[in-house]
């Protein structure tokens, strides 16, 4: 061999040896762009699971919620029902005791003014009851 041969060979060995490095590099790059995206990845699934689990979590609340204001809807309704009837029947109980004291005051009056007095009251109040 000669020494321009040998020295060539050197070269083409060395240029060798750079090209397996720049290809070692590129791998190591490549691998620890792998090993970053499947650790992005896992915390992406494990924050999918969380938010899966959220969500179901706040279904379940939804529906219970939901349900209770349904209830809650009926009772109010119930109540304001009952009450409108408590508001009738009071108004309807006024007006029979307002009705009663008048024919009551007139039925004094009638008895006060009159000279007969026992007879008409009693005639009064047997028609009242009659009634």
Do not use: W
Not at 33 to 40: K, R
Not at 79 to 89: F, G, Q, R, V
């Amino acid at each position: 061999m000669t020494p321009q041969h040998s020295i060539s060979m050197q070269s083409h060995f060395s240029e060798l040896m750079k090209c397996v490095e720049d290809l070692k590099l590129t791998r190591n790059n490549i691998q620890s762009q792998i090993t970053a995206e499947e650790e992005e990845k896992y915390n992406l699934q494990k924050e999918v699971e969380r938010m899966t689990y959220r969500i179901s979590q706040l279904s379940e609340n939804l529906v219970k919620k939901n349900a209770a204001r349904t209830d809650y809807d009926r009772t109010i309704q119930e109540t304001e029902s009952a009450y409108n009837k408590i508001l009738e029947s009071s108004q309807l109980l006024l007006n029979m005791v307002k009705r009663e004291a008048t024919c009551l005051d007139q039925t004094l009056h009638a008895v006060e003014g009159c000279g007969e007095g026992n007879l008409r009251l009693n005639a009064t109040i047997k028609e009242k009851k009659d009634i």
